[in-house]
């Protein structure tokens, strides 16, 4: 197990975490990162609003190279009508 | 420490020196729990009910996933299982969030009560009623509120219960609940909670980090959260 930071960063800025969760690996940390920024649109999609210019940065507690997850990567977006 | 019950009971009615010695009298033994400890499993049976004295406990389902939804909090002062008298065993868990200070009640003993004090019997059936109006609050915010107005509501209801037992003024209270378990409660991920948190603070109505909640705009977090604490039934009149 390690500590894990998911700094959030979008339109409303820099949301760091200042907590951490304590995680098996990067593997979990990079779902956790993937659910949170789902959740984070579905809100969005509540208020007319989906802005995915975002990231959540993954930085271990260790200090090493943090990872980045694209909010853009966390969805698949199917745009156009749909053929019925 | 038990005081706390009463204080909770007595801000809904009067507790004669009878009752309270009867209640005090119903308690068979306390233990101490650490954090993060299941103690009621669904299902299992039960012969007790758990009073808690000092700390801070969640009713929750899960699922096979792993996600768990947190259903209410339990201050201290709050029987975190008195249904359990009736059901005899609980559609749900019972887990301690922070180290937890609790009195046993045994189910004869709280049978004695129902049978020589029927004025202690209706309080009791008021406060499990009470915990099914948090249910349906929670509801309420689950299903319909913002992330950011159901965050608020939970800050406020438990302004507003801490405060009964002792443990808030108008300046905050201590909270020492994990992101991650505040996510459980409000059915969010942590870092949705993060950013809400932060909104709040932005928007300057509560500044919650570090394990307390400092309030810096009382009427301000309750109009974020169309708090109205009806539910929690704060009128003193005979039960």
């Known amino acids: 197990m390690a500590r894990f930071y998911l700094h959030l960063h ?15 690996d990067l593997d979990a940390a990079r779902q956790i990162a993937v659910d949170a920024i789902r959740d984070l649109i579905s809100e969005e999609a509540r208020s007319g609003l989906i802005d995915l210019r975002g990231y959540i940065e993954i930085a271990e507690e260790s200090g090493k190279a943090a990872v980045r997850i694209a909010f853009s990567s966390a969805v698949d977006l199917h745009l156009g009508e749909a053929s019925s | 420490m038990i005081e706390r019950h009463f204080m909770k009971l007595r801000a809904r009615d009067e507790i004669s020196a009878e009752e309270e010695q009867a209640i005090r ?15 009621i499993r669904s299902g299992e049976e039960l012969n007790c009910s758990t009073l808690l004295l000092d700390g801070l406990m969640g009713r929750y389902k899960d699922l096979r996933n792993g996600e768990r939804q947190i259903s209410e909090l339990h201050v201290a002062g709050d029987f975190a299982d008195l249904h359990s008298f009736t059901l005899k065993h609980l559609d ?29 019997t209706r309080v009791y059936w008021f406060t499990t009623n009470m915990d099914a109006a948090i249910h349906r609050e929670w509801e309420l915010s689950l299903g319909r509120r ?51 948190l932060k909104e709040l603070r932005e928007q300057g109505a509560v500044d919650y980090r570090r394990g307390h909640v400092m309030l810096l705009d009382l009427d301000l977090l309750r109009r974020i959260a169309e708090f109205d604490p009806a539910y929690l039934y704060l009128d003193r009149r005979a039960r």
């Open chain 2, 92 to 120: 749900h868990n019972v887990m301690t969030l922070t180290p937890c200070h609790v009195a046993l009640v045994p189910h004869d003993r709280l049978r004695a009560i129902t049978e020589q004090y029927p004025h202690l």
């Open chain 2, 146 to 196: 913002s992330a950011l107005s159901r965050t608020a509501n939970l800050l406020c209801e438990l302004h507003v219960r801490l405060g009964l037992v002792g443990l808030a003024d108008e300046t905050g209270y201590d909270l020492a609940l994990t992101q991650l378990e505040l996510a459980e409660c409000l059915g969010l991920t942590s870092v949705h909670v993060n950013r809400t």
């Open chain 1, 10 to 24: 979008n339109r409303t800025g820099l949301v760091p975490d200042e907590e951490g969760t304590e995680l098996p």
């Open chain 2, 25 to 39: 009298a119903a308690v068979s033994e306390v233990r101490d729990y650490p954090a993060d400890r299941t103690f």
